[in-house]
Structure formats: C-alpha cells, structure tokens
C-alpha cells in the first residue's frame, strides 16, 4: 500500500506533535496541526485559542458531560452544540486536506477515524510513561497551579472522552492504530525513524 496519508495520535507531553513534525519535514510532506485550528477558526468564527482547546478535548472527563450541553438556536450552528459543530467544522477540513492528494502527516483531532475509509492512510499513535511525560510537559511549559501528573491525567482522559464520544472507539487502544509507538523508551528520533521506514518501504 502506498501511503499518502499519517495521522499521529498522541498522549499530552509524549512529544507526539514533535516527531509527527519531523517526520513531515524527512518525507517532504506537507503538515497539519495548528493549520487545521486556523481553518477551523476562520469558518467557525471561534478564536484559534478556543479551537485549540476544545477541538481535541470533552467538556469533563467522561462522556456523559456533553449532556450537559445545549442546542444552538435555528439557524446559529446548524442548531447545533458548540462541541458538535466543531467537530463537524474539523472533520470537513480534514476530509478538504485528503481530497487533494497530497501528501501529509495530520496531527490529532481523530484524523484517523474521519479517515478511515480513504485508501494509503496510516495511523500512529504515541505513548509515553508519566515521568516521561512530566519532565518533558516542565520543561516546555513550565510549572502550574496543578500539579504536572494531574494535568497529563485530565487532559487525557478529556481526549479519551471527546475521541469516544465522537468516534465511539477507545483512544489509545492499540488495535485500533496501526502502530504504537512508546516514545519515551524509543525516542523521538527513533520513533521518526520507524514512521519513516514504513512509509518508504518498498
């Protein structure tokens, strides 16, 4: 199969973003992450900072918290809630991408599902322990009021919710990728290493 198509799942701090930037830049391919919030802002009318923190995350930290949520009026979002018109807004920009067969690595916002019935597509999903992932979320970030391991735990399980919700499928559940890869025992170098090989393989 010829891949045209990455898509990088990634747990919060396991450098997912990073090696899925390095790897585009190593195929020449094209790369998408904040791009996708800037067209998502832009059609929505949301701000990039708002896209960015609710394109990818529930409302709590399961999924019974969108019921929380209400209906937009006739005619404002389709009628639609905020989060269901979001994600509405991401899949089409996502599905544009694809459609004009170039070649790229797409970050997050479940590409892989919305996807999943374009051929030369292949999903990746990166993982990390928890010190792993609280020095890296430290040094990048820095320190917050919360502490690091409850940040990493709620944005977690905020995407585990939205994944959920929207796809119905476990987010992380390794059958559900073709490929899991434990960066903080590989590397990220190695990790693009490994993307990489498959993708050139002939």
Request: aromatic share 10%; glycine share 10%.
């Amino acid at each position: 199969m010829s891949i045209k198509i990455i898509t990088i799942s990634r747990q919060f701090g396991s450098g997912g973003r990073s090696i899925a930037k390095k790897l585009a830049e190593k195929l020449g391919y094209d790369y998408y992450d904040k791009e996708i919030i800037d067209n998502v802002a832009l059609e929505t009318g949301f701000s990039k900072e708002f896209v960015a923190a609710k394109g990818e995350e529930a409302p709590g930290k399961t999924v019974f918290s969108y019921g929380f949520e209400s209906a937009g009026m006739p005619g404002i979002m389709n009628g639609m809630t905020t989060n269901d018109y979001l994600w509405t807004v991401q899949r089409k920009v996502i599905l544009d991408i694809a459609a004009t067969g170039k070649p790229c690595v797409i970050v997050g916002r479940s590409a892989d599902y919305i996807l999943r019935e374009h051929d030369g597509v292949f999903n990746a999903y990166i993982y990390a322990d928890m010190k792993y992932r609280v020095d890296r979320i430290l040094k990048l970030y820095g320190s917050s009021e919360k502490k690091p391991e409850k940040r990493l735990s709620d944005k977690d399980k905020k995407r585990a919710a939205n994944h959920k919700h929207f796809t119905d499928l476990e987010w992380g559940f390794a059958p559900n990728y073709d490929i899991s890869l434990n960066s903080g025992k590989l590397g990220e170098d190695k990790c693009v290493d490994i993307l990489y090989g498959i993708v050139t393989e002939k």
